[in-house]
């Protein structure tokens, strides 16, 4: 038996243990919080009652417990008795304090989680909308706290662009965009580009032009509803011009982010990021070069051979979630200590593993890259998972082709061994692999060099998601 087996079946009976105790209390829980629940609940309705009796049914002071009954039922999943409390808590405000009160924020975004949680992406639509116009027209809101608003429903436009259907997904990606467009504006003209935030927020800008690009490859009506660059006279771009406007776009806000770097390691970081954007997009001559001079450019920094030989250590999945901007000692200490309790899963006859979460069919590989530890390696019911080791190479980049367009995969060849199908086969199987192929990594550097390595890929998709359609691009 092997090492790597033997390591699963230890952790299947580690799992198993700890289900057990969980399974045998479950009803008892469940039955506590159902109590604990309905008490509450009973509480701010007896409170509702005295305050309706003495200040009548439209008063402001029903506000509070309003909100307070409807996070109540929330927690207790009676979402519609949720629904309504909310609503005459809005309800009452406008009749109080005018129709933008900016106290309806936070009543705005509880009737849209209650929303999202009924997925009623219908409704999360009309709401988010007189969220943004509630929030915009605010003068008493500092621009920081309407950028925090703002951030909020874009997560949620993102939330439903993965959850809502094909025909309305094209909409929340656009206006998430949109929204994102917007928060750098309001920093722009509030004087906030020297924040530490707005990097960030550039960061994010780049990403959700990402995102756009591999809808736009998907294929599909989303595809089509974002190339529309004039829907009266109905002008649609190619999906290659497309997708060069996307990297064009988000390669400038990476070169704002260089812009603003305060010190050399900063720099760095910004020219890493860059070269990361151009390998996605392959718009490099040699990306190999690229990453070479960027860790000879680290090496003329403050950071000492440990950090930057950590940096470039393992294969990264691209582009990255986060900005990073510096060596956080804090963080280091964490992904050491993550890395010893992952020794078991992560590191099998010394190659690093990955894992990617894919989220939708209509969005391929846009999903958070995430280390799987202790229960967290059982999979909900919904969802399935291939693992594979592949092999990269930056020096043999080989064109992976679609429907209408190509991209440089750095799987070289044919170089993936399926390790555990997910009891997928055929077509739905070849469909998840060429998913794979298109991933986006940065490769390792050993004492300055780019060199092959191999990995193992743990790729987790939904399963009513990522095969259901037929629009889906299959690479060759």
Not at 384 to 413: A, C, M, Q, W
Request: hydrophobic share 40%; proline share 3%; charged share 25%.
């Amino acid at each position: 038996m092997s090492l790597c087996t033997s390591n699963k079946i230890y952790q299947s009976i580690f799992s198993l243990l700890f289900a057990i105790p969980f399974l045998l209390t479950t009803d008892q829980v469940q039955a506590t919080d159902y109590a604990a629940h309905a008490g509450k609940i009973a509480q701010w309705q007896s409170l509702l009652s005295q305050v309706q009796s003495e200040y009548g049914s439209y008063s402001h002071y029903l506000i509070e417990p309003y909100t307070q009954l409807a996070r109540a039922q929330l927690t207790a999943y009676r979402l519609a008795d949720a629904r309504a409390s909310v609503d005459k808590a809005i309800h009452n405000s406008k009749i109080n304090s005018g129709l933008y009160a900016v106290e309806q924020i936070p009543l705005q975004k509880l009737s849209i989680e209650i929303d999202s949680l009924e997925s009623d992406w219908v409704g999360v639509e009309e709401k988010i909308i007189n969220l943004v116009n509630l929030v915009t027209r605010q003068l008493k809101l500092a621009p920081k706290q309407i950028i925090d608003e703002l951030q909020w429903a874009s997560n949620i436009r993102n939330l439903a662009a993965l959850e809502d259907t094909e025909d309305r997904s094209a909409l929340h990606i656009i206006n998430s965009t949109i929204l994102l467009e917007h928060m750098v504006m309001v920093a722009q003209r509030s004087g906030l580009t020297g924040d530490s935030f707005y990097p960030h927020l550039l960061h994010s800008l780049a990403n959700q032009y990402y995102i756009e690009t591999k809808a736009i490859i998907a294929g599909g009506s989303i595809s089509y509803r974002l190339r529309i660059t004039d829907p009266g006279l109905n002008f649609i771009d190619s999906r290659l011009d497309a997708i060069d406007k996307r990297y064009k776009a988000g390669l400038d806000k990476l070169h704002m982010i260089q812009h603003l770097a305060s010190d050399p390691i900063a720099l760095a970081f910004s020219k890493l990021n860059i070269a990361d954007w151009k390998a996605i997009f392959d718009h490099s001559e040699n990306i190999s070069v690229e990453y070479e001079r960027i860790y000879e450019q680290f090496t003329l920094t403050s950071a000492n051979r440990r950090q930057i030989d950590n940096l470039f250590a393992t294969n990264k999945v691209l582009p990255t979630a986060d900005l990073q901007q510096s060596f956080d000692e804090k963080l280091e200490a964490q992904q050491k200590t993550s890395s010893k309790n992952l020794e078991l899963g992560v590191l099998c006859e010394n190659k690093h593993r990955v894992q990617v979460t894919e989220m939708s069919k209509h969005l391929p590989n846009v999903g958070n890259t995430i280390a799987k530890q202790g229960k967290e390696n059982i999979l909900p019911r919904n969802w399935n998972e291939i693992s594979v080791e592949v092999t990269l190479d930056p020096h043999k980049r080989k064109t992976v082709s679609g429907d209408g367009y190509r991209v440089k995969s750095f799987v070289t060849g044919k170089e993936i061994n399926i390790i555990d199908n997910g009891q997928i086969k055929g077509q739905e199987l070849r469909k998840t692999v060429s998913r794979i192929k298109a991933l986006n990594f940065r490769p390792i550097l050993r004492n300055g060099k780019v060199e092959a390595s191999t990995i193992f890929v743990n790729y987790s998709f939904r399963r009513d998601q990522l095969h259901s359609g037929d629009n889906l691009v299959v690479l060759r």
